[in-house]
């Protein structure tokens, strides 16, 4: 016999969702301003890429790794840039005070970002093809879990690509000076950084002279890639 008003069949109530559930989209935002000095001049989002345009491989890195919308920042001959790659399903913002350094372009990609729904945003270098989609998808898996400030690490040292809560985003870009970009904030809140290693799917190098270029050259790509 069951008490008046009494459930006779109790139900446990649902578990509580983890942290970081439901959280707002996190923004891919792809740096590919710089002019390739030591290049001899070659704009970085130019370089051949597996019969492409760098910057296409870079943004679809982004995508495919679960960013959206993805943003990218162009500096050097943007218009050369537009016309000889794909970006139509991506926001294009151009940086004319691209050649004071790396810094002026992540203020420019905070700045378009700034009022979106993005509740973070996953900063990353067109020069990086080694880094594919896995580790992308890695860092936004650490904001998901609850993570505001997060950046790939590779044997543990800290590297790209790098997650920024966008309560972090005005002082990111106040402290954003030459080719720095966000390393200063970043050493200043070492406390609240999640550092998430990628260093068994992706490899960190740059191309930023001459000898780099054999590493565009497909099967010389590391982890990275073009996504597929």
């Given at each position: 016999?069951?008490?008046?008003?009494?459930?006779?069949?109790?139900?446990?109530?649902?578990?509580?969702?983890?942290?970081?559930?439901?959280?707002?989209?996190?923004?891919?935002?792809?740096?590919?301003?710089?002019?390739?000095?030591?290049?001899?001049?070659?704009?970085?989002?130019?370089?051949?890429?597996?019969?492409?345009?760098?910057?296409?491989?870079?943004?679809?890195?982004?995508?495919?790794?679960?960013?959206?919308?993805?943003?990218?920042?162009?500096?050097?001959?943007?218009?050369?840039?537009?016309?000889?790659?794909?970006?139509?399903?991506?926001?294009?913002?151009?940086?004319?005070?691209?050649?004071?350094?790396?810094?002026?372009?992540?203020?420019?990609?905070?700045?378009?970002?700034?009022?979106?729904?993005?509740?973070?945003?996953?900063?990353?270098?067109?020069?990086?093809?080694?880094?594919?989609?896995?580790a992308v998808a890695r860092l936004v898996a650490a904001y998901e879990a609850g993570a505001?400030?997060a950046a790939a690490a590779y044997e543990g040292r800290r590297g790209h690509p790098v997650?920024?809560?966008?309560?972090?985003?005005?002082?990111?870009?106040?402290?954003?000076?030459?080719d720095r970009g966000a390393r200063d904030y970043l050493a200043a809140h070492a406390d609240?950084?999640?550092?998430?290693?990628?260093?068994?799917?992706?490899?960190?190098?740059?191309?930023?002279?001459?000898?780099?270029?054999?590493?565009?050259?497909?099967?010389?790509?590391?982890?990275?890639?073009?996504?597929?």
């Open positions: 016999m069951t008490t008046s008003g009494a459930d006779p069949h109790p139900t446990t109530p649902p578990p509580a969702p983890p942290a970081g559930a439901g959280r707002p989209p996190v923004a891919g935002l792809l740096l590919a301003a710089g002019g390739g000095r030591r290049l001899g001049g070659r704009p970085k989002a130019l370089l051949d890429f597996r019969g492409r345009p760098l910057v296409e491989n870079a943004a679809r890195v982004l995508r495919d790794g679960g960013c959206g919308p993805v943003h990218i920042v162009l500096g050097a001959a943007a218009d050369a840039v537009r016309t000889r790659a794909e970006l139509s399903a991506y926001a294009v913002t151009e940086n004319p005070d691209w050649a004071a350094g790396m810094g002026t372009s992540l203020r420019a990609g905070l700045a378009a970002l700034t009022g979106t729904d993005a509740g973070a945003v996953l900063v990353s270098l067109v020069d990086q093809p080694g880094i594919g989609p896995a505001d400030l997650l920024f809560g966008a309560e972090h985003w005005r002082a990111i870009a106040e402290s954003a000076a030459g609240a950084l999640t550092l998430v290693e990628c260093g068994d799917v992706a490899a960190p190098y740059d191309i930023d002279t001459p000898a780099d270029l054999p590493r565009l050259t497909a099967g010389c790509t590391g982890h990275g890639g073009d996504g597929a």
